[in-house]
């Protein structure tokens, strides 16, 4: 199936808009990965067509794109031609509290970006309380003992402290 329609994921990266050319250069960043990490060659006809479109990629010097966006798509198609030469993902470590996150493989790469995106600033919050996240990214329990209290919730505990005292 997936061999049916490479051609026109290799298209994408042709595309004018910049995200588009990153999920189709992830795309196959992944797909190399899965099939590495399942004892299975990837087997396209045109493979070294492919690494020769993401080390122009990786090489782009386009005036017509803004600084930023040359900056992201070098990074990211340098990451991914380093994958596809058959090198492992390098990994990246995500801070957020007392706590870090690997990430090292393209899947959980992509599951990062995504609830990144649907997440935007709450992303640290989540993985430091919602259990869900944790399960996914395999970071066990919440750590009930370093979990931020919000000062609403420390307010609603010094009333309720506060009215059983006045009763005594």
Do not use: P
């Not at 061999?3 to 992944?30: C, H, V």
């Not at 990965?33 to 396209?44: G, L």
């Amino acid at each position: 199936l997936i061999q049916q329609d490479i051609n026109k994921l290799i298209k994408l990266m042709d595309s004018t808009d910049l995200d588009i050319r990153l999920s189709a250069g992830t795309t196959f960043a992944f797909l190399y990965e899965f099939y590495d990490n399942n004892d299975q060659e990837f087997n396209i006809y045109n493979l070294q067509d492919l690494k020769d479109k993401i080390m122009k990629l990786s090489n782009d010097s386009n005036k017509s794109q803004s600084k930023k966006n040359l900056r992201v798509q070098r990074s990211e198609f340098r990451d991914i031609l380093h994958t596809i030469e058959g090198n492992e993902y390098e990994m990246e470590i995500i801070k957020f509290g007392y706590e870090q996150l690997d990430i090292d493989s393209w899947r959980m790469k992509i599951y990062y970006d995504i609830f990144c995106s649907i997440l935007g600033s709450g992303m640290n919050i989540h993985l430091a309380q919602n259990q869900t996240l944790r399960d996914i990214f395999e970071l066990g329990s919440v750590l009930l003992d370093k979990v931020l209290i919000s000062r609403d919730t420390r307010m609603n505990a010094v009333s309720f402290l506060f009215s059983v005292l006045i009763q005594f």
